[in-house]
């Protein structure tokens, strides 16, 4: 974890409109701080994105752009899928390694994740995680208090 990413990913989250404590607990939570972590999650394309490129959404479920849909990208682990979804439209899924950029569309995300979860953080929480962990929303809450006041 570097000075420069936590400074990056306070602006980008006021940017945005979101506590920045809030966006650095969930990045030391999802990828400790490692701009290049990557995951990919055969469960998520089984259930996300296989349906859409069966729809004709995307390319074929062999295509590298359906699979990489299904990978989590740098600091927010943001999935392929829902950067997509946000509007993200670079050439390539692993653009969102650059953590301006991953960082600007997993806040996206996450704003629109408070949105649906009627501002109640720990909800949003959970349903940024997709019920994967069930003690996802604890984890990162403990977390929150070390990037006050930064």
């Known amino acids: ?7 990056l990913a306070r602006r980008v989250a006021k940017g945005v409109g979101l506590d920045p404590a809030l966006v650095c607990a969930i990045v030391e939570q999802e990828s400790s701080w490692d701009s290049f972590a990557v995951r990919y999650e055969q469960g ?3 259930c996300y994105v296989q349906p859409s490129a069966a729809g004709g959404a995307v390319r074929p479920s062999t295509s590298t752009e359906a699979r ?14 829902c950067a997509r979804e946000m509007g993200f439209d670079g050439p390539y899924l692993s653009e969102l390694l650059e953590p301006a950029i991953g960082l600007q569309f997993g806040c996206k995300l996450l704003a629109r994740k408070l949105e649906l979860a009627g501002g109640d953080v720990e ?3 959970d349903l940024w995680n997709g019920g994967a962990n069930p003690a996802y929303s604890s984890q990162v809450m403990a977390r929150i208090e070390k990037y006050r006041n930064g």
């Open 1 to 7: 974890m570097t000075d420069n990413a936590i400074e």
């Open 44 to 46: 998520f394309f089984d």
């Open 68 to 81: 990489c849909r299904a990978f989590s990208w740098g600091l927010m682990q943001i999935m392929g899928q």
């Open 123 to 125: 909800r949003a929480l």
